[in-house]
């Protein structure tokens, strides 16, 4: 992620030091775990050390520590205070050190310039606790009056961490142990042990460090839930404190604790408890600070006390500045292009009417240009005339208060933005499943996946472990021979391979030549075990091609096929084929001569037996067959006599609920783009599901799942297929919709994620609507609403907390709330506009009740893909791709629906369309310039549409993506594309 932030540089460079200090501890300690003392030690449960694990939860920096806390030497008892204990030895007791400490009496004396020239000296104590004494309170050290910086540590087993603070320099260090819930065990060892450690870092300077007194408390209570709602308000001398008041049991009251720094820095000394006896625990508590420094700003956080001081995790953060109550803390972002948004956080803002306004380069915005001004926020727009390349300062205003100023650079409008962040999990990554396809196994049960998108074939053991990857580009159907070379057939083309496994060597399986003279195209490929004999589906040409020898020597199924898919042997010899136009599955004789066939085209009740798009089909020794049914998303069963026997599956997608492939319901597999399937011992198939991403190993005869295999399971955060964005343009958070996962997730303008919802059918939990369809679409986000598209038909309304829900628009029709192509929608204020693309018009919401409807130009649009709405000027785009490729862009007016004027550039464009908040239209197509391209309209009817620039070139560099499938603009600047090669969420920004 690159950024320009002014104090990011300086927070890079502690948090490096930091994470020197912490990762050469890791070192030291796993060094420990190998040598010193062995009287007496423990093997402890800690988690396996991962260094990459860094991170900052309740606002304590953390890291990874080695596994078991092995090598430490045992401590006398704590002594017993009631229900607290209270662990307390001096600096000298017992401890283990291994670089640059010594005993001076009862103290310990670490000093990192006689560390080997490290500069790092830690001491590790370890302390055997009360078996009720679990939770932790703080850990506490006394140091001596000419002691250098340090650091506080302790052994956290819920995390397999060492959790850390610092630095700290004063004689008294604390280190509150606040874990995120209560949480059995987390600080003690199943033997009833606790490991904390104190060390000095300094690889420059002075780093002595003298141990008076160690001091760890522990309780039977539980820590209580986190307070929230905290805010700060800045009054005439003293800041006040409010949150929200809680009703929980044994709530003593609750601490305050303030410091320069905002508590996600590392700069933990800086953190001071404000009040000496709890604040009370009232039903609306309240905490007025007056020691504050002037002139600062301060950031405050609280924590819920309950018995023997133990105490939550901190509430959220809350800002203010003990100088004056009007101030600018951030500006987001801090680079803007001419007429974009730029949010401003901070605090004394009054929200009142228009006595807040915001002052740009000394002139006072209108104020139409400020919005969503609150007591600590507001957003402003900058002028479309203002200087470009230059930096200038913005200030808000308050009545008669001006507030000390912030810069913002304006950059030129055709600069191309570059990364701000990659949001998700790439698909990329060895063994997992990117568009599975055909499947196949050999003599040891061995599984093999081709992965078209990926470009290989991943090869696993009979129990899914990852064995090996070949490459090899858009792989589709393959075959196993006896020796164990693969058989690929490429594309739909005349490619045909065979791949050595022991040398990795790819040569021709058919020459090329023989293959194009006579193959129409066809993705699927059969042989005999040695290979001699292959057969290819040439689907194009309603036939079934054998080659001997590398020659044809026969087609099949000439007068008999209509669109032919996958061909395989059966155990006899003979050659089945699945027919997708013809929904039929065929059974020919080695000679050619028709034996059977089953017509699945006939409209069943039920519709058990039907089949609506065969696609591939496996072979059983006992002359059984199985085929997979890509619309039904249905596996069906067949007998060695050629009768219909059976069916599973259903369609549905990877819902997050875990890696293995299970139906949400617990009942048979849901699929989504069913390709492959192979036979498998033991009553068993192979399965591939090309949309899901996944594959997976099922009972033949009821579809149980018995083994996933390389699983993508998306996490919250993750896409598979990330297609379509919206923004609440109050605080910048959106909204990204998965065309796979029909999950719609919600983030903050800084990437966190806030909420996530799946919008499928029947399934409990976070499932919210009938089942719609499977192909979500479009997503809108206006005045507290969501809305949705989905495939053809339906449009449904959201509230943005997910707890309800309404259609709006459904069926197959021309009527009214009607759609015949629904996908593309836009909004302004309370109106939402629906794209009706076989209808050939707009259909018009306002506050989810049909308005009317908008007629697009005649002569009619045979394509309309995509619209955005300009609300500036009250303009319509509406993205046309006719069915001849001429592509255009229309621009009507949008309460009219009159035609202004069309851009035609005389070649095809890519299926989106977005829109700036400048007024820009920017539209996906692919030449030198890039992948999307930016176009100023005319300010009036029929003008010149004037060229910018092209952006987001193809490939992994700084501005640049592999696929855009869907695109939105933000009011701030941040260009939000699916990535669909990516799998991610790639985030643009000036």
């Known amino acids: 992620m690159t950024r320009d932030f002014t104090g990011e540089r300086a927070w890079r460079a502690q948090y490096q030091t930091l994470l020197l200090a912490a990762l050469t501890l890791l070192a030291l300690l796993a060094l420990a775990s190998c040598g010193g003392s062995s009287s007496g030690l423990e093997q402890g449960s800690g988690a396996a050390a991962d260094p990459a694990a860094l991170s ?99 052994a956290d ?181 001419p007429g974009f948004w730029v949010y401003v956080e901070g605090a004394g803002f009054d929200p009142a009417g228009t006595n807040t306004r915001v002052i740009y380069g000394g002139e006072q915005l209108p104020a139409d240009h400020v919005a969503n001004v609150s007591a600590t926020g507001l957003r402003f727009r900058v002028p479309l005339d203002a200087e470009v390349e230059v930096s200038t300062d913005v200030q808000v205003k308050v009545g008669a208060a001006l507030s000390s100023p912030a810069p913002v650079v304006t950059v030129h409008p055709s600069t191309p933005p570059k990364n701000w962040a990659h949001v998700g999990k790439t698909l990329y990554q060895s063994f997992e499943m990117y568009e599975p396809r055909g499947v196949a196994t050999d003599l040891q049960g061995n599984l093999y996946v081709a992965q078209g998108m990926a470009g290989r074939i991943s090869v696993y053991d009979p129990e899914g472990f990852p064995l090996r990857e070949f490459w090899l580009d858009g792989p589709e159907d393959i075959e196993v021979l006896s020796n164990g070379d693969i058989l690929v057939k490429q594309g739909g083309g005349a490619e045909v391979y065979r791949i050595d496994q022991e040398t990795g060597q790819v040569h021709w399986a058919l020459d090329f030549d023989t293959v194009d003279a006579v193959l129409n195209g066809g993705w699927f490929i059969a042989a005999n075990s040695s290979g001699s004999v292959i057969y290819l589906s040439d689907a194009n040409a309603h036939c079934i091609r054998k080659f001997e020898g590398g020659v044809q020597t026969l087609v099949i199924g000439e007068a008999i096929l209509e669109h032919p898919n996958d061909v395989e042997l059966d155990s006899s010899g003979n050659i089945v084929v699945v027919d997708d136009h013809a929904d039929s599955v065929f059974w020919f004789a080695p000679d050619g001569s028709l034996l059977d066939s089953y017509d699945g085209s006939a409209d069943l009740d039920p519709s058990d037996g039907e089949l609506r798009q065969p696609l591939s089909v496996a072979t059983f020794a006992d002359g059984s067959v199985m085929v997979t049914d890509r619309e039904r998303d249905r596996v069906l069963r067949f007998d060695a006599s050629h009768n219909f026997s059976g069916e599973w599956g259903r369609g549905g997608f990877a819902d997050g609920s875990s890696l293995n492939l299970p139906s949400p319901l617990g009942e048979e597999a849901w699929f989504w783009g069913l390709y492959g399937i192979a036979a498998l011992p033991g009553g068993r198939v192979l399965v591939s599901d090309e949309y899901n991403q996944r594959s997976g190993i099922f009972n ?38 998965d065309g796979t996962t029909y999950c719609c997730t919600i983030l903050d303008r800084k990437n966190k994620l806030l909420d996530m919802a799946y919008l499928e059918t029947g399934v409990d939990g976070d499932i919210l609507t009938g089942r719609l369809d499977r192909t979500p679409s479009n997503v809108a986000w206006t005045n507290g609403k969501l809305y949705f598209t989905h495939g053809y038909t339906v449009l449904t309304e959201f509230s943005e907390d997910f707890e309800s829900y309404k259609v709006l628009g459904v069926d197959w029709g021309s009527d009214p709330t009607e759609f015949k192509g629904n996908g593309a929608m836009a909004v302004d204020g309370s109106l939402l506009y629906a794209l009706d693309r076989d209808n050939d018009r707009i259909q018009v919401f306002d506050d989810g009740t049909y308005s009317h409807s908008i007629a697009l130009p005649d002569p009619a649009n045979t394509n309309a893909d995509d619209m955005v709405l300009d609300r500036d000027h009250g303009w319509l785009f509406i993205l046309d791709r006719p069915w001849n490729d001429q592509s255009r862009i229309l621009r009507l007016n949008a309460e009219s629906g009159a035609l202004i004027d069309s851009w035609v550039p005389g070649f095809g464009l890519g299926g989106v369309l977005a829109l700036d908040p400048a007024g820009y239209v920017y539209v996906y197509y ?51 594309i699916g990535d669909r090669d990516r799998r991610q969420v790639v985030i643009l920004a000036p």
């Open 700 to 737: 033949k005869n009821d579809g149980t799942l018995i083994q996933g295999l390389g699983d993508y399971d998306p996490l919250p955060g993750e896409f598979i297929q990330p297609q379509a964005f919206a923004v609440r343009e109050s605080d910048g958070a959106f909204a990204v919709l």
């Open 926 to 976: 692919w030449d030198s310039d890039g992948l999307m391209h930016k176009l100023k309209p005319p300010a009036q009817a029929n003008g010149e549409w004037q060229y910018m620039c092209g952006l987001a070139g193809y490939g992994d560099g700084d501005g640049n993506v592999r696929s855009i499938y869907g695109m939105s603009v933000s009011p701030d600047g941040r260009f939000l």
């Open 157 to 337: 087993y819920s995390a397999g961490r060492w959790q850390f603070s610092g630095p700290f320099n004063s004689v008294l260090g604390t280190l509150p142990l606040l874990p995120t819930g209560p949480q059995v065990g987390d600080y003690v060892s199943p033997g009833g042990r606790a490991y904390a450690a104190v060390i000095s870092y300094n690889p420059s300077g002075d780093s002595r460090v003298v141990v008076e007194q160690l001091e760890l408390k522990l309780s039977q209570n539980p820590p209580p839930t986190p307070p929230t709602g905290l805010t700060a308000t800045p009054l005439s001398g003293s800041v006040r404190l409010n949150w929200n008041g809680s009703a929980l049991e044994g709530l003593m009251g609750y601490n305050v604790y303030y410091s320069t720094q905002s508590f996600s820095l590392p700069e933990q000394s800086l953190v001071t408890r404000a009040n000496d006896a709890l604040v009370p625990a009232t039903p609306n508590p309240s905490y007025e600070l007056i020691e504050l420094e002037p002139n600062k700003t301060y950031y405050f956080r609280v924590a819920a006390v309950v018995g023997d001081q133990v105490e939550s995790a901190l509430s959220n953060q809350a800002v203010a500045s003990s100088s004056y109550s009007l101030f600018i803390d951030e500006l987001f972002p801090p680079r803007q292009y």
């Open 56 to 154: 900052a939860p309740n606002d304590a920096p953390r890291t990874a520590a080695p596994a078991g806390f092995d090598g430490l030497p045992q401590m006398p008892a704590g002594e017993r205070k009631a229900s607290q204990t209270a662990l307390l030895m001096n600096g000298s007791e017992q401890f283990e050190a291994y670089s640059g400490a010594q005993v001076s009496g009862n103290r310990l004396v670490l000093d990192g310039g006689n560390a080997s020239g490290m500069g790092l000296a830690w001491a590790i104590y370890e302390f055997t606790t009360s078996e009720n004494a679990k939770y932790p309170v703080e850990l506490r050290v006394e140091t001596g009056v000419d002691s250098a910086e340090y650091w506080l540590a302790v």
